[in-house]
């Protein structure tokens, strides 16, 4: 079956950087858009940044210059690298397998304090 699992999360300070990884299993990775979501408590989850299988990446103008997305379609995982981190970036970030279905990791948290 479908797994994403996420870790490196963290607690930093506000200009510090996490790198987030996303292993995938269980579907042909390699020809599958990612993406990777956010959500902080009390806000609508919000698209930080995707890949497509072509290696085309978007982001979201809150993280532009600041995130970037890559993919390792040998180990079938997804990063996402997050410098400059700062408070209003604290939340749980899951990457997802959009579709249908859709499949989403259980999430990892990262805390940027001011």
């Known amino acids: 079956q479908v797994q994403l699992v996420e870790s490196g999360g963290g607690l930093v300070h506000a200009g510090e950087s996490l790198r987030l990884s996303c292993a995938a299993s269980?579907?042909?990775?390699?020809?599958?858009?990612m993406e990777w979501y956010r959500q902080a408590p009390g806000k609508e989850r919000e698209l930080v940044a995707d890949?497509?299988?072509?290696?085309?990446?978007t982001y979201a103008d809150s993280v532009k210059g600041r995130f970037t997305v890559s993919r390792d379609n040998a180990k079938k995982m997804v990063f996402l690298q997050m410098n400059s981190l700062k408070p209003e970036d604290t939340a749980v970030y899951y990457c997802?397998?959009?579709?249908?279905?859709?499949?989403r990791g259980q999430g990892t948290q990262v805390t940027v304090s001011s």
């Open positions: 997802q397998r959009p579709g249908w279905p859709e499949y």
């Open positions: 890949i497509s299988a072509e290696w085309v990446a």
């Open positions: 269980g579907f042909p990775f390699s020809a599958y858009h």
